[in-house]
C-alpha cells in the first residue's frame, strides 16, 4: 500500500511547494519592484548635487541611517542577506516584520547620498520578511517556515538581477558552504521565475552589456584564467578581511558605552564624502557607470577595484546599509578588465569572468556565480566562467562577505575547520585526545 500511495503523496508535497513558492514569489516581486523603483528615484534625485556638499549630506544620511537602525531594527544593519542566513540557521527563518521597510529606508539614506553598497541585501532582506510574515499569516511550522524563508530570499535575488535560475540556485547556496539543498530547488525557482515574472509586468527592466567575442581555449588561456580566479579570490579576501576589521573597530568603539550608535554611519559617510572629493564619484553608490564601462570592453584605471573595494568597506563595514553583492560585481568587473589587459586578452571578456569569479569567492557561490555569467552573457563563455570561479572560491579559503553561513566543507586538509556551524563559529580542530596508557 505505502508503494501505491507513495506517488500520490510526493506528487502532493511538489504540488503544495510550487503553490506555495509561486505566491511567496509573486508578493515579492511586488514588493521590490517598487522599492527598487524608489531606490534609482532617489538616486536620480540626489545624483545633481555638487560634490562638496556631499561633505553634508553624506553624514547626514549615515546619522539617518544609524538612527533608523539603531532604534527601528538592529538586523537591518550590514548587507541584509547575512542578517536573513543567521534567521534561517538560528530562527527558523523567523524575521521581525519592521526590518522590511527599516531595511527599504535605511538602504537609501545610505546609497542615494552616495554610500558604496547595493540594492540585492536589502531585496532578498525585504523578500525574506515578506515571506516571514506569510508563515505567520498562516502558522506554518518551524521547518515551513524555514523553507518559505528561503523561496523569498531566492525572489529577492531573481528581482533585482533578473536571473530567476541563477537568483534561486543564489538564495540556496548562501546559506552553507559545500552543501544544497536540493529540497529547496523548486520551490526556490517556482518563487524566482514569480517574481521575475511580475517585476518584469511591472515595469523593471535589467541590462548589462555584453561581448559576442569569444575564446580560444588552449593551454596559454586556460593558465591566464586560473590566474585571474586566484586574483579574484584575493581580492574578495580583502575586502572581507578590511571590512570585517573596520566592524571590529566599531564593535570594540561601541562597547566602551561612549559613543552614540547612530554617529558610527555617520562618521562613515565623512570618510566616503573626503575620498569622493579625493577620487571621484565613480565608486561611490552603485557604480553602475564603472560596471557598465568595464562590461563594454572600455579600459577602467588600473585601482579602480581597489577603490571600490575600500568604499564598500567604510560603507559596510562601519555600520551602513545596502547589499553586497553588487559591489562584488563592480570589483571582480573592474579588476578583470585589468588584468584581462595585462594577459592580452579582450578587455570585455575579462571584466565578465572577473565578475563571476569575485562573486563566487565573496559568496562562496561558485555554482550560482556560473549560472548567472551564463544568464546574463550567455552560454559562450561557460568554459571560462568554470575556470575561474573554482580557484577564486577555493583561494578565499574560509572566509565570506556571509559569516553566518554553514560550514558543511573542508577546502583543504592543511587548514582544519570545524564543519556543522556557522563560519564565524568555526575554530581549527583541536587535537585528539591523547589515550590513556594502559595499566600492566
Known amino acids: 500500500m505505502r508503494r501505491i500511495l507513495e506517488p500520490i503523496m510526493m506528487g502532493r508535497q511538489l504540488v503544495l511547494w510550487i503553490i506555495l513558492g509561486s505566491v511567496t ?81 535605511a538602504t537609501l539614506t545610505t546609497i542615494a547620498p552616495g554610500g558604496s553598497a547595493g540594492k540585492e541585501g536589502p531585496s532578498a532582506q525585504i523578500g525574506a520578511a515578506v515571506a516571514s510574515a506569510l508563515a505567520d499569516l498562516f502558522r506554518f511550522s518551524a521547518e515551513q517556515r524555514k523553507r518559505i524563508v528561503i523561496c523569498g530570499i531566492g525572489a529577492g535575488f531573481a528581482a533585482v538581477f533578473g536571473t530567476p535560475v541563477a537568483g534561486a540556485i543564489l538564495g540556496i547556496e548562501v546559506l552553507s558552504i559545500g552543501d544544497m ?9 517556482a518563487s524566482a521565475i514569480m517574481s521575475y515574472q511580475v517585476s518584469q509586468w511591472l515595469g523593471l527592466t535589467w541590462y548589462y552589456p555584453g561581448t559576442q567575442e569569444r575564446l580560444n581555449f588552449g593551454l596559454s588561456v586556460f593558465g591566464r584564467l586560473i590566474l585571474i580566479g586566484i586574483a579574484a579570490g584575493l581580492a574578495a579576501y580583502l575586502l572581507v578581511l578590511l571590512m570585517g576589521r573596520l ?70 563595514g562601519f555600520g551602513m546599509s545596502g547589499g553586497i553583492i553588487t559591489p562584488l560585481f ?12 595585462i594577459f592580452g586578452l579582450p578587455l570585455a571578456i575579462g571584466a565578465e569572468l572577473g565578475m563571476v569569479a569575485v562573486t ?38 574560509n572566509h565570506s562577505v556571509y559569516p553566518s553561513q554553514q560550514v558543511r566543507l573542508q577546502k583543504s586538509p592543511w587548514i582544519p575547520i570545524r564543519t556543522g556551524v556557522a563560519l564565524e563559529d ?15
Open 25 to 105: 514569489g509573486s508578493l515579492v516581486g511586488v514588493v521590490v519592484t517598487y522599492f527598487l523603483k524608489l531606490l534609482f528615484w532617489s538616486i536620480h534625485l540626489a545624483h545633481p548635487v555638487a560634490v562638496p556638499l556631499l561633505l553634508i549630506l553624506l553624514p547626514l544620511g549615515g546619522l539617518v541611517t544609524g538612527i533608523l537602525i539603531h532604534y527601528g531594527a538592529p538586523d537591518a544593519a550590514g548587507h541584509g542577506t547575512e542578517a536573513v542566513i543567521r534567521a534561517v540557521h538560528r530562527q527558523s527563518g523567523r524575521i521581525n516584520w519592521k526590518v522590511a521597510p527599516v531595511k527599504a529606508i
Open 360 to 397: 563566487a569567492a565573496g559568496a562562496n557561490a561558485p555554482i550560482a556565480a556560473i549560472i548567472m555569467g551564463m544568464e546574463l552573457f550567455g552560454t559562450r563563455l561557460a568554459p571560462g566562467f568554470l575556470t575561474v570561479a573554482i580557484p577564486a572560491f577555493i583561494m578565499i579559503g
Open 247 to 316: 566592524h571590529h573597530l566599531m564593535n570594540r568603539l561601541k562597547a566602551d558605552r561612549h559613543w552614540w550608535p547612530p554617529l558610527f554611519p555617520a562618521i562613515a559617510g565623512m570618510a566616503l564624502a573626503i575620498l569622493i572629493l579625493l577620487v571621484g564619484r565613480s565608486y561611490a553608490g552603485l557604480s553602475l557607470g564603472l560596471l557598465d564601462q568595464a562590461l563594454r570592453g572600455h579600459a577602467v584605471a588600473a585601482p579602480a577595484f581597489l577603490w571600490k573595494l575600500v568604499f564598500v568597506s567604510i560603507t559596510l
Open 330 to 341: 563592480v570589483i571582480g568587473a573592474t579588476l578583470g578588465s585589468t588584468l584581462a589587459g
Open 181 to 189: 539543498w536540493y529540497d529547496m530547488l523548486l520551490p526556490s525557482f
Open 426 to 440: 568555526s575554530e581549527e580542530e583541536p587535537p585528539p585526545p591523547k589515550q590513556a596508557q594502559k595499566l600492566s
